[in-house]
């Protein structure tokens, strides 16, 4: 299993961005994928989690109404569109997936639900 994030930068407050995760070896149609987000000196945070269908999903509280997560199967990629950004959303994003598992639209909300991991990507938000 392989996870290749890409798409970070640095954008003014208010502005979007969006992420995408390039996966391999596990891309099984109710297969979990997560986004979590890890700022310095802070845990890591969920943020969304889709299956490949891109059927369900569950959000974090905090970017509900902002970040929108989709799938593209065909170029087994997970896309993670995120729209008026704040310096608090200023993190390492990451996608992450596990293997054997069918993912409902609830759980999967903590990094230890994961196993295979990306190597992230930088965000940042000027205000």
């Known amino acids: 299993v392989q996870l290749v994030e890409s798409g970070g930068g640095l954008v003014q407050a208010g502005g979007s961005l969006s992420l995408s995760c390039d996966a391999s070896?596990?891309?099984?149609?109710?297969?979990?994928i997560g986004w979590f987000r890890h700022a310095p000196g802070k845990e890591r945070e969920f943020v969304v989690a889709?299956?490949?269908?891109?059927?369900?999903?569950g959000y974090g509280d905090s970017v509900k109404g902002r970040f929108t997560v989709s799938t593209d199967n065909a170029k087994n990629t997970v896309y993670l569109q995120m729209n008026s950004l704040q310096p608090e959303d200023t993190s390492v994003y990451y996608c992450?997936?596990?293997?054997?598992?069918?993912?409902?639209?609830?759980?999967?909300?903590?990094?230890?639900?994961?196993?295979?991991w990306g190597q992230g990507t930088q965000v940042t938000v000027s205000s």
């Open positions: 070896g596990c891309t099984i149609s109710g297969s979990p």
């Open positions: 889709v299956d490949w269908s891109g059927r369900r999903t």
């Open positions: 992450a997936t596990t293997k054997g598992a069918l993912y409902s639209g609830t759980s999967y909300y903590t990094p230890g639900d994961y196993d295979y």
